[in-house]
């Protein structure tokens, strides 16, 4: 394995692009560059104390996401059988070590993690949750994430994408969000859901209505995901109508700071609390799999600022 950060990771290349992962930290995609430029953002000083915490990369969050409350507590899920268990915030599988196998071109990288006595304490279910990423190209990333149920009863959950997209924040009024058609809905103090309101078309990134801000998808996508950063003179697109993938349900997008140089987009197919109320919560029958699929491809351009 290559070092990085005095941690040990694994790579996939095609062409002039770059990504780096780090199995043994939830599956963690690290890093990915391309022509030695940043398109995931990965801090140059990284606590691995406590990598779960870092801002950056793309943690994977499974088998739910979010803060989980039962009687105004948060840290607890009630299953349909009225038991309450404890839950962290995002679920466990960021926390885990995953096994990994890249494939024998380099472009490609499965990462898998399967239930414990210890994941079962809280989460009473057989699974096999899988991370592959392949480089199509140098410009051009398929990532599929792939959950089975190997119990005997019916398996509930709602995984999410994190990434943390490179963008200056000096650059984020004049860097664009286009999404398909949406409603727009956010969680309030109380973990409550808002209802859904019709959501635009296009966003700058400094527009305060975006900042952790739920974009459900309102039908099938008819269009990708676009993010425009002009600085960068960088074009990414995420594609969410892949054959053979469930429906994502929302695309959620997120930063730290003013001042952090990164913005996340999010794909999740379930909201927080899912659980709960119900917002994208899937089941699984035993001996059942599903795969979540999504395409993201860099171009080069200069777009112009929102009218």
């Known amino acids: 394995m290559l070092k990085f950060q005095d941690q040990d990771v694994v790579e996939i290349e095609s062409g002039v692009s770059r ?31 406590h990598p779960a915490a870092v801002r950056g990369g793309n943690p994977l969050l499974f088998p739910f996401v979010g803060r989980h ?13 009225g038991v309450v268990r404890a839950v962290p915030l995002h679920g466990f599988a960021r926390d885990l070590p995953f096994t990994a196998q890249v494939s024998p071109q380099g472009d490609a990288v499965c990462m898998t993690l399967t239930d414990t006595e210890a994941t079962r304490a809280g989460y009473p279910f057989g ?18 994430l792939t959950t089975g149920n190997t119990g005997a009863a019916r398996l509930p959950y709602y995984a999410r994408h ?25 969680q309030r ?3 409550t859901i808002t209802d859904p309101v019709e959501g635009a078309l296009r966003y700058t990134f400094d527009d305060a209505q975006i900042h952790d801000r739920f974009h459900c998808l309102d039908g099938a996508p008819e269009a990708p995901v676009r993010i425009d950063i002009p600085a960068l003179r960088r074009i990414i697109e995420i594609d969410l109508q892949r054959p053979g993938s469930v429906p994502w349900y ?21 909201l927080p609390d899912a659980i709960h109320n119900g917002l994208g919560l899937r ?3 035993p001996g059942q799999t599903e795969t979540a699929a999504l395409r993201i491809s860099l171009s080069a351009g200069v777009v112009d600022r929102l009218a």
């Open 19 to 49: 990504l780096l992962f780090a199995p043994q930290a939830g599956g963690r995609l690290l890093s990915w560059r391309q022509d030695g430029a940043s398109v995931i953002h990965w801090p140059d000083a990284a606590d691995w104390s």
């Open 69 to 81: 409350r039962v009687n105004g507590e948060i840290g607890w899920w009630r299953d349909d059988q």
């Open 127 to 144: 699974f096999r949750f899988e991370a592959a990423y392949r480089l199509v190209d140098e410009a051009t990333l398929d990532v599929e």
């Open 162 to 186: 994190h990434f943390y997209f490179t963008l200056p924040h000096a650059s984020r009024d004049d860097s664009t969000l286009t999404l398909p058609r949406t409603v727009a809905r956010h």
């Open 189 to 191: 103090p109380d973990g």
């Open 250 to 270: 929302a695309v959620t997008s997120w930063t730290e700071a003013p001042q952090s140089d990164f913005y996340c987009v999010e794909p999740w197919l379930g």
């Open 283 to 285: 089941w699984l029958e």
